[in-house]
Antibody, heavy 119, light 108 residues
Framework: QVQLQESGPGLVKPSGTLSLTCAVS?????????WSWVRQPPGKGLEWIGE???????NYNPSLKSRVTISVDKSKNQFSLKLSSVTAADTAVYYC????????????WGQGTMVTVSS | SSELTQDPAVSVALGQTVRITCQGD??????ASWYQQKPGQAPVLVIY???NRPSGIPDRFSGSSSGNTASLTITGAQAEDEADYYC???????????FGTGTKVTVL
């Protein structure tokens, strides 16, 4: 049973860089799945941030592309998110999720981690 | 267009049927997946593909699609179905995922 767990600082200063990691357990990140980051500002809807394949191929939300980097560490079975130049608008719960191979759907989600941008 | 539009809120009487819609140009080319989210919890996949339910999802949940509109139907709504529901699909380029605006379902 694959499980995902997000980790990282809960507080980031404005203009700084948000960094989160998603640890994959119970399965290999090198399986034929894409791995995504999704966020949800308080009281608002879900926003797809981007995705990565174990080869390192990525796709990013065009509205965030200039600030986002997603990377993979196969040796640690995890993938990571970096979001630069953050503002209060980036305050959100950040989720990692597995895009189920061949089904175009997020079948496994992490529990989410709240990140607040504030000085 | 990369937008998926949903009605903000719908209500349904206990045991009745409710349909939630998701509109967007990309839905003419790609299926939508549907997610249920309860307060303080991560989203849960309820429908994917043409009309498929993951293991453990009750058969009162079903999906359909026509033209630029995807629909999630709950037949015989239960109190535990009260939640926010989001559709997701690809944008017109096919390279990016996009979520719908979300629908809050209230079971009366």
């Amino acid at each position: 049973q694959v499980q995902l767990q997000e980790s990282g600082p809960g507080l980031v200063k404005p203009s700084g860089t948000l960094s989160l990691t998603c640890a994959v357990s119970g399965g290999s990140i090198s399986s034929s799945n894409w791995w995504s980051w999704v966020r949800q500002p308080p009281g608002k809807g879900l926003e797809w941030i981007g995705e990565i394949y174990h080869s390192g191929s990525t796709n990013y939300n065009p509205s965030l592309k200039s600030r986002v980097t997603i990377s993979v560490d196969k040796s640690k079975n995890q993938f990571s998110l970096k979001l630069s130049s953050v503002t209060a608008a980036d305050t959100a719960v950040y989720y990692c999720a597995r895009d189920w191979n061949g089904h175009d759907a997020f079948d496994i989600w992490g529990q989410g981690t709240m990140v607040t941008v504030s000085s | 267009s990369s937008e998926l539009t949903q009605d903000p809120a719908v209500s349904v009487a206990l045991g009745q049927t409710v349909r939630i819609t998701c509109q967007g140009d990309s839905l003419r080319s790609y299926y939508a997946s549907w997610y249920q989210q309860k307060p303080g919890q991560a989203p849960v996949l309820v429908i994917y593909g043409k009309n498929n339910r993951p293991s453990g999802i009750p058969d009162r949940f079903s999906g359909s699609s026509s033209g630029n509109t995807a629909s999630l139907t709950i037949t015989g709504a239960q109190a535990e179905d009260e939640a926010d529901y989001y559709c997701n699909s690809r944008d017109s380029s096919g390279n990016h995922k996009v979520f719908g605006t979300g629908t809050k379902v209230t079971v009366l």
